[in-house]
């Protein structure tokens, strides 16, 4: 089974989380959406070994941004940003290797305060090593985030919905494989 089928838009996976914290009545700032990017991309890259969005990372002040996305959602300040802003993007936009990976992404770091994740990010490699005060528009490395990511022994995590899909899809075949007669019409 493939993972991560396709490279995103970067604002798409943005989207994908302000939904996302709609639906869990959570609060998302631009803040902790950038850790949230970050987050997915490190583990798409560690996991898949392809990124989930195609855009740098860089080494702000506050951690980790994609400055596309940080650009989009800035006049939002430290407020939660609104779902009005996802227009006519559904969830289901992303194939579902996709919405695995940032199910999982939320599942572990979305109940996190935004300077909780600011925090964690201070103290991870990727940061620490390409960080310099005043400097701007530095990248980490694609390398670097992998490097740590596969550290981080993550497993491909499932959301309940995807978990029972593919549950129901593997017991489907299953059968057909060694009850040959469950296929017939009785």
Sequence with gaps: MSFVTNVHRPLDVAKWFVLKAKIC??????????????YAQGRSLAVAGRPLFDADIEAWDHGPVVAEVYHAFKAFQSDTIPSTVV??????DFDREARRL???????????AAWVLRECTHNERPWVATYQAGARHRVISR??????????????????????????????ELAEEFLPAASQDW
């Design 25 to 38: 009545d959570a609060e998302l700032s631009n803040l902790k959406l950038q850790k949230l990017m970050y």
């Design 87 to 92: 227009g006519s993007f559904t969830q289901d």
């Design 102 to 112: 940032l199910e999982a992404v939320w599942s572990e770091e979305g109940s996190k």
């Design 143 to 172: 390398e670097l985030i992998t490097e740590f990511f596969r550290g981080q022994h993550l497993a491909r995590s499932l959301s309940i919905e995807d978990s029972f899909a593919e549950w129901a899809d593997e017991s489907y």
